[in-house]
């Protein structure tokens, strides 16, 4: 299967900071890469959809200003959590799509988890 | 009504018996469904893809399609305690749309 790796793997900052979170396809190009954020024993949920070149689409009560994404290749997309509170300590986990026509498949990331103090 | 909607669990199987997941959904156009598996900690895992309706096998997984019913199933044979963790249906309307995903399943394999 395609592999997609995220990076850090695991952060720790002080509330207000900002955190940059990476997400690569590493063998194969994603035009779109999607972010989620999953809090514990709950569900995934999206935050946004990210395409290569053009601005991200937010889920509705997603702040955009808060998270930044930016998808400048066909491999790369970062997510940065702008004045990063204890509220947004959770798992972050970003999943690109592999175009295959019908049968695209998309692949999750190992996840990032943020803890802000 | 959740777009896709699962039994959230636990599951609780003995090793060695078949576990069997449901997942409905309510999006009649819907062409494409997976099954992700997430053990605690980590994040999601693709194990099956279906497109058409039936039966699709894989190693010890199997995927069952009714899109007349609107539902898609997960059976887990010979089920193993490393099997224990919680299994996500995805559905999707079509190709480049997004994935909806359902709540998980939780399965507790016990030896």
């Known amino acids: 299967g395609a592999v997609v790796s995220q990076h850090p793997s695991r952060v720790i900052c002080k509330s207000g900071t900002s955190v940059k979170i990476e997400c690569r396809s590493l063998d194969f190009q994603a035009t779109t890469m999607f972010w989620y954020r999953q809090f514990p024993k709950q569900s995934l949920m999206l935050m946004a959809t990210?395409?290569?070149?053009?601005?991200?689409?937010?889920e509705q009560g997603v702040e955009k200003d808060k998270f930044l994404i930016n998808h400048a290749s066909l491999t790369l997309s970062t997510l940065t959590v702008t004045s990063a509170h204890p509220e947004d300590s959770s798992f972050y986990i970003c999943s690109a799509r592999a175009p295959r026509g019908l049968q695209e498949t998309q692949y999750f990331g190992p996840g990032t988890r943020l803890l802000v103090l | 009504q959740k777009e896709v909607e699962q039994n959230s669990g636990p599951l609780s199987v003995p090793e060695g018996a078949i576990a069997s997941l449901n997942c409905t959904y309510s999006?009649?156009?819907?062409?494409?469904f997976f099954w992700y598996r997430q053990y605690s900690g980590k994040s999601p895992e693709l194990i099956m893809s279906?497109?058409?309706?039936g039966d699709k096998e894989d190693g010890r997984f199997t995927a069952q399609l009714n899109k007349a019913s609107q539902y898609v199933s997960l059976l887990i044979r010979d089920s193993q305690p490393s099997d224990s963790a919680t299994y996500l249906c995805?559905?999707?309307?079509?190709?480049?749309?997004?994935?909806?995903f359902g709540g998980g399943t939780r399965v507790l394999v016990k030896p």
């Open positions: 279906i497109y058409s309706n």
């Open positions: 995805a559905v999707r309307r079509a190709a480049g749309n997004k994935l909806t």
């Open positions: 990210s395409n290569e070149g053009s601005k991200a689409t937010y």
């Open positions: 999006d009649r156009v819907s062409q494409s």
